[in-house]
Protein backbone atom coordinates (compact mmCIF):
# COMPACT_ATOMS: atom_id res chain seq x y z
CA UNK A 1 0.00 0.00 0.00
CA UNK A 2 0.66 3.70 -0.20
CA UNK A 3 3.09 4.98 2.78
CA UNK A 4 5.63 7.71 3.22
CA UNK A 5 9.03 7.66 5.13
CA UNK A 6 11.01 10.61 6.89
CA UNK A 7 13.20 11.01 8.60
CA UNK A 8 13.39 10.95 12.35
CA UNK A 9 14.06 13.74 14.52
CA UNK A 10 14.54 15.42 16.72
CA UNK A 11 16.60 17.71 13.93
CA UNK A 12 18.54 20.25 16.13
CA UNK A 13 20.08 23.76 14.31
CA UNK A 14 21.48 26.75 14.82
CA UNK A 15 20.12 29.81 13.69
CA UNK A 16 20.98 30.20 10.07
CA UNK A 17 22.23 26.89 9.08
CA UNK A 18 20.41 24.83 6.13
CA UNK A 19 17.51 22.17 7.11
CA UNK A 20 16.79 19.06 5.00
CA UNK A 21 14.10 16.70 6.42
CA UNK A 22 13.73 13.68 3.52
CA UNK A 23 10.89 12.08 2.57
CA UNK A 24 10.21 9.24 0.33
CA UNK A 25 7.30 7.94 -0.25
CA UNK A 26 5.17 4.74 -1.70
CA UNK A 27 2.77 5.30 -3.55
CA UNK A 28 0.21 3.42 -6.98
CA UNK A 29 -0.18 6.10 -9.89
CA UNK A 30 0.89 9.45 -9.41
CA UNK A 31 -0.07 11.28 -5.70
CA UNK A 32 -0.37 14.73 -4.50
CA UNK A 33 2.97 15.27 -1.97
CA UNK A 34 2.97 17.66 1.03
CA UNK A 35 4.53 18.98 3.94
CA UNK A 36 2.89 19.68 6.96
CA UNK A 37 3.97 22.07 10.23
CA UNK A 38 2.46 21.52 13.64
CA UNK A 39 3.57 23.93 15.69
CA UNK A 40 3.43 24.00 19.81
CA UNK A 41 -0.07 23.27 21.01
CA UNK A 42 -1.40 24.04 17.06
CA UNK A 43 -2.94 21.82 14.53
CA UNK A 44 -1.42 21.13 11.33
CA UNK A 45 -1.09 23.73 8.35
CA UNK A 46 -0.25 23.38 5.29
CA UNK A 47 3.49 24.64 4.49
CA UNK A 48 3.50 23.67 0.69
CA UNK A 49 2.24 21.17 -1.63
CA UNK A 50 3.48 19.65 -5.32
CA UNK A 51 0.88 17.83 -7.57
CA UNK A 52 3.07 16.29 -10.67
CA UNK A 53 6.66 15.22 -11.21
CA UNK A 54 9.60 17.82 -10.82
CA UNK A 55 6.90 20.55 -9.84
CA UNK A 56 8.63 22.53 -6.90
CA UNK A 57 6.36 23.79 -4.05
CA UNK A 58 7.73 26.91 -1.99
CA UNK A 59 6.41 29.03 0.96
CA UNK A 60 8.12 30.89 3.72
CA UNK A 61 11.49 30.27 2.38
CA UNK A 62 11.13 26.47 2.46
CA UNK A 63 11.43 24.35 -0.58
CA UNK A 64 10.44 21.28 -2.00
CA UNK A 65 10.66 18.99 -5.31
CA UNK A 66 8.11 16.48 -6.31
CA UNK A 67 11.00 14.13 -7.56
CA UNK A 68 9.33 10.52 -9.01
CA UNK A 69 12.29 8.73 -9.98
CA UNK A 70 14.07 8.48 -6.17
CA UNK A 71 10.33 9.10 -5.10
CA UNK A 72 11.37 11.84 -3.11
CA UNK A 73 9.78 15.26 -1.40
CA UNK A 74 12.90 16.51 0.78
CA UNK A 75 12.00 19.83 2.25
CA UNK A 76 15.04 22.28 2.38
CA UNK A 77 15.33 26.28 3.91
CA UNK A 78 18.43 27.89 3.42
CA UNK A 79 18.49 29.70 6.67
CA UNK A 80 16.03 28.41 9.78
CA UNK A 81 15.19 30.71 12.51
CA UNK A 82 14.38 30.10 15.72
CA UNK A 83 10.44 30.75 14.66
CA UNK A 84 10.86 27.84 12.58
CA UNK A 85 10.89 25.43 15.38
CA UNK A 86 8.24 22.70 15.01
CA UNK A 87 7.07 19.59 13.55
CA UNK A 88 7.32 19.03 10.05
CA UNK A 89 4.92 16.36 8.61
CA UNK A 90 5.04 14.94 5.10
CA UNK A 91 2.20 13.72 3.56
CA UNK A 92 0.85 11.81 0.39
CA UNK A 93 -2.43 12.33 -0.97
CA UNK A 94 -3.15 8.83 -2.69
CA UNK A 95 -5.86 10.22 -6.04
CA UNK A 96 -7.43 6.73 -6.80
CA UNK A 97 -7.97 5.40 -2.88
CA UNK A 98 -9.33 9.17 -1.40
CA UNK A 99 -7.05 8.77 1.26
CA UNK A 100 -3.95 10.79 2.96
CA UNK A 101 -1.25 9.28 4.66
CA UNK A 102 1.47 10.99 6.99
CA UNK A 103 4.98 10.68 7.62
CA UNK A 104 5.70 10.28 11.61
CA UNK A 105 7.21 13.55 11.50
CA UNK A 106 9.95 15.48 12.39
CA UNK A 107 10.64 17.91 15.35
CA UNK A 108 12.79 21.22 14.39
CA UNK A 109 14.86 22.55 17.15
CA UNK A 110 16.06 26.14 16.18
CA UNK A 111 18.82 27.53 18.63
CA UNK A 112 19.68 31.16 18.54
CA UNK B 1 -12.67 32.67 7.80
CA UNK B 2 -12.27 29.34 6.90
CA UNK B 3 -12.32 26.80 9.63
CA UNK B 4 -12.49 23.52 10.89
CA UNK B 5 -13.68 23.63 14.24
CA UNK B 6 -13.88 20.62 16.45
CA UNK B 7 -14.73 20.31 20.40
CA UNK B 8 -14.05 19.80 23.04
CA UNK B 9 -10.15 21.14 22.68
CA UNK B 10 -9.65 18.59 26.12
CA UNK B 11 -11.38 16.16 27.69
CA UNK B 12 -10.73 13.85 30.58
CA UNK B 13 -12.95 11.17 30.65
CA UNK B 14 -13.33 7.24 32.36
CA UNK B 15 -13.30 3.62 30.14
CA UNK B 16 -16.61 3.04 29.13
CA UNK B 17 -18.59 6.38 29.20
CA UNK B 18 -19.99 7.73 25.62
CA UNK B 19 -18.15 10.63 24.42
CA UNK B 20 -18.51 12.50 20.86
CA UNK B 21 -16.46 14.60 19.57
CA UNK B 22 -17.43 17.40 17.19
CA UNK B 23 -16.33 18.66 14.00
CA UNK B 24 -18.01 21.19 11.90
CA UNK B 25 -16.68 23.05 8.93
CA UNK B 26 -17.34 26.30 6.90
CA UNK B 27 -15.81 25.97 3.70
CA UNK B 28 -18.83 23.43 2.12
CA UNK B 29 -15.98 20.97 1.52
CA UNK B 30 -17.17 17.53 0.50
CA UNK B 31 -14.50 15.36 2.07
CA UNK B 32 -14.40 15.29 6.02
CA UNK B 33 -11.90 12.84 7.64
CA UNK B 34 -10.55 12.11 11.48
CA UNK B 35 -7.23 11.25 12.74
CA UNK B 36 -5.04 10.28 15.74
CA UNK B 37 -1.72 11.57 16.36
CA UNK B 38 0.20 9.29 18.87
CA UNK B 39 4.24 10.38 19.29
CA UNK B 40 6.09 7.78 16.90
CA UNK B 41 3.55 7.20 14.74
CA UNK B 42 2.24 10.53 12.95
CA UNK B 43 -1.02 10.70 12.30
CA UNK B 44 -3.04 8.38 11.39
CA UNK B 45 -6.71 7.94 9.87
CA UNK B 46 -9.62 6.82 11.47
CA UNK B 47 -12.32 7.26 9.28
CA UNK B 48 -13.31 9.61 6.56
CA UNK B 49 -16.45 10.59 4.62
CA UNK B 50 -16.43 11.22 1.00
CA UNK B 51 -19.81 13.49 1.10
CA UNK B 52 -22.91 13.46 3.11
CA UNK B 53 -24.27 9.60 4.18
CA UNK B 54 -20.57 8.33 2.69
CA UNK B 55 -18.45 7.33 4.98
CA UNK B 56 -15.84 4.69 4.77
CA UNK B 57 -12.81 2.81 7.53
CA UNK B 58 -9.21 4.24 7.73
CA UNK B 59 -6.33 3.03 9.07
CA UNK B 60 -7.49 2.45 12.47
CA UNK B 61 -11.32 2.43 12.91
CA UNK B 62 -11.20 -0.26 16.39
CA UNK B 63 -13.61 1.39 18.72
CA UNK B 64 -14.93 4.19 16.67
CA UNK B 65 -17.79 5.28 14.99
CA UNK B 66 -18.58 8.75 12.88
CA UNK B 67 -21.68 10.08 11.11
CA UNK B 68 -22.03 12.28 8.31
CA UNK B 69 -25.31 13.48 7.85
CA UNK B 70 -24.98 17.49 6.98
CA UNK B 71 -22.32 18.08 4.61
CA UNK B 72 -20.56 20.84 7.57
CA UNK B 73 -20.29 18.19 10.31
CA UNK B 74 -18.45 15.13 11.26
CA UNK B 75 -18.68 13.66 14.60
CA UNK B 76 -16.48 11.31 16.12
CA UNK B 77 -18.33 9.14 18.43
CA UNK B 78 -16.20 6.63 20.90
CA UNK B 79 -19.10 4.42 22.36
CA UNK B 80 -16.62 2.82 24.91
CA UNK B 81 -13.78 4.39 25.55
CA UNK B 82 -10.95 2.73 26.34
CA UNK B 83 -7.21 3.89 27.77
CA UNK B 84 -5.60 2.75 24.24
CA UNK B 85 -7.68 5.30 22.82
CA UNK B 86 -5.71 8.32 25.06
CA UNK B 87 -4.69 9.99 21.74
CA UNK B 88 -4.28 13.60 20.07
CA UNK B 89 -7.61 13.85 17.46
CA UNK B 90 -7.83 15.93 14.62
CA UNK B 91 -10.44 16.64 12.10
CA UNK B 92 -9.62 17.74 8.87
CA UNK B 93 -11.55 19.04 5.57
CA UNK B 94 -10.83 19.54 1.67
CA UNK B 95 -13.11 20.54 -1.66
CA UNK B 96 -12.69 16.89 -2.21
CA UNK B 97 -10.84 14.18 -2.49
CA UNK B 98 -8.17 13.91 -4.77
CA UNK B 99 -6.97 16.65 -7.59
CA UNK B 100 -4.14 17.61 -4.56
CA UNK B 101 -6.89 19.59 -3.04
CA UNK B 102 -5.02 20.96 0.60
CA UNK B 103 -6.28 19.37 3.74
CA UNK B 104 -7.37 21.79 6.39
CA UNK B 105 -7.38 20.73 10.00
CA UNK B 106 -8.86 21.83 13.29
CA UNK B 107 -6.76 22.67 16.02
CA UNK B 108 -7.00 19.05 17.99
CA UNK B 109 -8.92 17.85 20.71
CA UNK B 110 -6.36 15.92 23.20
CA UNK B 111 -8.89 13.00 24.68
CA UNK B 112 -7.57 11.26 28.34
CA UNK B 113 -9.08 8.01 29.47
CA UNK B 114 -8.47 6.70 32.64
Known amino acids: GDSVTQMEGPVTLSEEAFLTINCTYTATGYPSLFWYVQYPGEGLQLLLK?????DKGSNKGFEATYRKETTSFHLEKGSVQVSDSAVYFCALLSYNFNKFYFGSGTKLNVKP | EAQVTQNPRYLITVTGKKLTVTCSQN?????MSWYRQDPGLGLRQIYY???????DKGDVPEGYKVSRKEKRNFPLILESPSPNQTSLYFC?????????????FGEGSWLTVV
Open chain 2, 49 to 55: SMNVEVT
Open chain 1, 50 to 54: ATKAD
Open chain 2, 27 to 31: MNHEY
Open chain 2, 92 to 104: ASSLRSGEGNTIY
